[in-house]
């Protein structure tokens, strides 16, 4: 990752939370699906973060949705929890050609099946953390489970969404 990157980065780290606290938050179906568009930041960072960089980004990334939600370090939580499976993740998704030529997931390049696989188990990962973190115990265990299911399908929605409308498609050469 080279350094006219990272201002990129970090316009997309101020979108993402931005986006999160400013429209999401209040993005609510039936007080059972939550929009967290956040999560986005942390999947689609470049392949070559360093782990402890990424597991440092991710606390960064859910400590500062913590404190404009005012939830004590839920989100950092699960945003730690998905920066440390990614890296493991993303190699047991790793492409047939491998990803020497990509330097950042992208769904129009890897398409809509390999995003499905490589981002919807890390959302649900975070979803699942997080509310039962939220809820401290596993009462109406079947309830969270819709919660975070439900969730996790709208906030993979958005993303999807958010890829096909602003992310151009990189020339692999």
């Known amino acids: 990752m080279n350094s ?4 990129g980065h970090i316009v997309n780290f101020l979108v993402f ?3 999160q606290i400013l429209v999401f938050n209040n993005f609510v179906l039936y007080n059972t699906a939550f929009c967290y568009f956040y999560i986005g930041f ?3 960072l470049p392949f070559d973060v360093g782990k402890i960089w990424y597991l440092m980004i991710g606390f960064v990334t859910g400590l500062f949705i913590d404190i404009f939600n005012d939830t004590l370090g839920v989100h950092a939580a699960a945003c730690v929890v998905v920066a440390y499976i990614r890296p493991y993740w993303q190699g047991i ?3 047939r050609g491998g ?3 990509l330097e950042v997931p992208n769904i129009k390049t890897l398409g809509f099946q390999w995003f499905f696989a490589y981002a919807f188990p ?3 990962i975070h979803h699942s953390i997080l509310f039962f973190t939220e809820a401290g115990n596993f009462q109406y265990f079947f309830h969270k489970l819709l919660k975070i299911l439900s ?3 709208l906030s993979f929605s958005f993303l999807v969404i958010y890829q096909y409308l602003f992310v151009r498609r990189v020339r692999l050469i």
Do not use: G
Not at 4 to 7: G, H, L, R
């Open 17 to 19: 939370t931005l986006l």
């Open 151 to 153: 969730s996790s399908i």
């Open 93 to 95: 998704n790793t492409p």
């Open 4 to 7: 006219s990157n990272y201002v």
């Open 42 to 44: 942390l999947l689609f």
């Open 122 to 124: 890390l959302i649900f």
């Open 99 to 101: 990803y020497e030529n």
